[in-house]
């Protein structure tokens, strides 16, 4: 499956939907990457929280995701605006 993340709240859907399905609450995923459950919370339904780099390679890990960066179809790369 391969789904494009564009904005935070995407990001925060998808990972809500894999830790769902890897059977993981947020208070074990938020210790597995040094975090409080509740600033992981805050990432999967406002879109407010944030984590470092690595703690998100972490989670993508834990949540058996990837991460693929590729340019858009169609946009030249000094006129693509980032959506965040």
Do not use: H, N
């Not at 925060?12 to 600033?39: D, E, Y």
């Not at 919370?41 to 890990?61: D, I, K, P, V, Y």
């Amino acid at each position: 499956m391969q789904i494009i993340v564009r904005t935070p709240a995407q990001l925060g859907q998808v990972l809500l939907s894999a830790r769902k399905t890897q059977g993981i609450t947020q208070t074990q995923a938020a210790a597995q990457i040094g975090v409080q459950q509740p600033r992981l919370s805050a990432l999967e339904t406002t879109s407010t929280g944030s984590l470092s780099l690595q703690q998100m390679l972490m989670l993508f890990a834990l949540y058996r995701l990837e991460l693929c960066v590729q340019t858009r179809d169609g946009d030249e790369p000094d006129q693509a605006q980032p959506e965040w």
